[in-house]
């Protein structure tokens, strides 16, 4: 069974066609990465528009990477939510507009689920995907987390899965990008910490790690703002200098210290989370989806405290990408949309 997947609900336009759940064919992705840069994060509108030029063009690429015709396609797969309301509706109506005109199933998607089905993907002839060896085994533990979410999901068969944890305020990508913002370093904040902390001692300044009522719960807003009072002190300012301010009077050493400070304790919140969760579960396989999951830094301290071997898929897959819609629409090919009333979630 090959279905089409369209994504659509942050910055990435996304098309792509997987065959029964395991084999990549094709995968699109347009970032309006690039016009979001000047701005420092994602602005609603411009990510809007965006979609709406190249959503097309994306879908009708993805079909000609996989060589098949629209007589080929037997489904639909669309993310209904979560994401930005406007950029979810443009997937939504052109996926609801092409299920009636096609005469296709509609499979509605929620989109931090599908994050997991990226690591059921293991089969592609596309170059330069580096794809688990073999599939994830159920019960799965999943730790999600990317700039709009961060969640540890018990996934006990496909379609029962129980959200263990969740972030209370920012995301951790989000609270990479803040923290890049407030060092002045460049959008995506996730990248550029991680490099700059690489020259940088883990342990030089002593940040504070939120406790939560639930252990598997995360928090990272006072984090972000113990950092910012860090950088203040560091330039012998006391809280009402302005955080814009920073950039310029830091120099590159203290940028990397804090970097590297900022990044321990955040990576560490999500590892300890993993690791009671992977205890108290005995799930059978992990797996680490989102686009922090690049995190190389993060990759080494999984390994060094789950005495279990973890599979990454590849980093095009951890991101937002609609291979994954595609790869969970097989699962949950029962739940079928009507697609002239279809809704955004
Ligand atoms: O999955 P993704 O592409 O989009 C969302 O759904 O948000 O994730 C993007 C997020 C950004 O916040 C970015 O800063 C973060 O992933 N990120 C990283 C790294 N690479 C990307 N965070 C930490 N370390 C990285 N190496
Ligand atoms: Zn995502």
Known sequence: MKILGIESSADETAAAVVENGDTLLSSIIASSLDLQK???????????????EVITPVIEQALSQAKCTWSDIDAIAVTQGPGLGGSLLIGVLTARTLAIEKKKPLIPINHVEAHIYANFITKTSLTNYHLPHKPPT?????LIISGGHSQLVLLNSHGDYTVLGRTLDDAVGEAFDKVAKILGLPYPGGPSIAAAAVNGDPLAYRLPKARMGNPYDFS????????????????????????????????ESQKAYIAASFQRIALETLVDSLEKAAFQYSPTSVIVGGGVAANQELRRMIKDRLDMPIEYTDIKLCTDNAAMIAALAFYSYSVVADPYSLEIE
């Open 220 to 251: 990272f807003s006072g984090l972000k703002t113990a950092v910012l009072r860090a950088a203040q002190a560091a330039v012998g300012k006391d809280f009402t200098l302005p955080s814009k301010e920073l950039p310029a009077l830091l120099n």
């Open 138 to 142: 159920l019960p799965l533990l999943a």
């Open 38 to 52: 000047a701005f420092g994060g994602i602005v609603p509108e411009i990510a809007a528009r965006s979609h709406l």
